[in-house]
């Protein structure tokens, strides 16, 4: 059964630091893995999505990579910006004919001015 | 605006009433999702479908809920005489079986309180 795990709960950062959230999952049959960004009551925003056979994508600001061996995905963010606080989700798909993304619990980010 | 909807944004509700939620999909993508999330957690998945096909339903979806896609479109999820423990944030998804990704794009979501 597929767990995803988000360490830390919670971040605070001041504004133009680099960062990185962590992921980890326990089933490393993962057909692939997304990170999405959520502000506080509304719903889920597609950040980057990463295949089984790719280690890592890009999106201006953003890098996410994967570890199928380790279990991991990272995202990391550089020169933060009071923008980017939000609550940032991980989500993996199993292998096989399954569509359900499996969560974390997510990682809230602030970035202080 | 070309993006998955969800409506109503808000639902109140007293306990044992009927609610019915609708999502509207991006109209190219051929798989719907619904999950549910609660303050504070990830997203839950609740159940899909690949057009009409309902192909999978989590443990979470009770005899109280029920899901539909008649036509392959728009999809309804209905939640019969509600408890408070329903009271969450549903959310719908939507993607495109026919390439590699398989990426989900939400809606969103109906925030549902039962009083």
């Known amino acids: 059964k597929q767990e995803v795990t988000q360490i830390p709960a919670a971040l605070s950062v001041p504004e133009g630091e680099n960062l990185v959230l962590n992921c980890s999952f326990t089933?490393?049959?993962?057909?692939?893995l997304q990170w999405f960004r959520q502000d506080p009551g509304k719903g889920l925003t597609s950040l980057l999505l990463?295949?089984?056979?790719?280690r890592e994508q890009t999106s201006g600001r953003l890098n996410a990579s994967l570890d199928k061996s380790s279990g991991r995905s990272t995202l990391y963010i550089a020169a933060s910006q009071p923008g980017d606080s939000a609550t940032y989700l991980c989500a993996g798909r199993g292998s096989g004919n399954t569509g359900k993304l499996i969560f974390g619990q997510g990682t809230t980010l602030q970035v202080k001015p | 605006d070309t993006g998955v909807s969800q409506n109503p944004r808000h639902k109140i509700t007293k306990r044992g009433q009927n609610v019915t939620f609708r999502c509207d999909p991006i109209s190219e993508h051929n798989r719907l999702y619904w999950y549910r999330q609660t303050l504070g957690q990830g997203p839950e998945f609740l159940t899909y479908?690949?057009?009409?096909?309902?192909?999978?339903k989590s443990r979470l979806l009770s005899d109280r809920f029920s899901a539909e896609r008649p036509k392959g479109s728009f999809s309804t999820l209905e939640i019969q005489r509600t408890e408070q423990g329903d009271s969450a944030m549903y959310l719908c998804?939507?993607?495109?079986?026919?390439?590699?990704?398989?990426?989900?794009?939400f809606g969103p979501g109906t925030r549902l309180t039962v009083t």
């Open positions: 089933d490393s049959a993962i057909y692939n």
């Open positions: 479908f690949q057009n009409e096909a309902q192909l999978e």
């Open positions: 990463i295949q089984s056979s790719q």
């Open positions: 998804a939507s993607s495109f079986s026919g390439g590699l990704s398989y990426e989900q794009y």
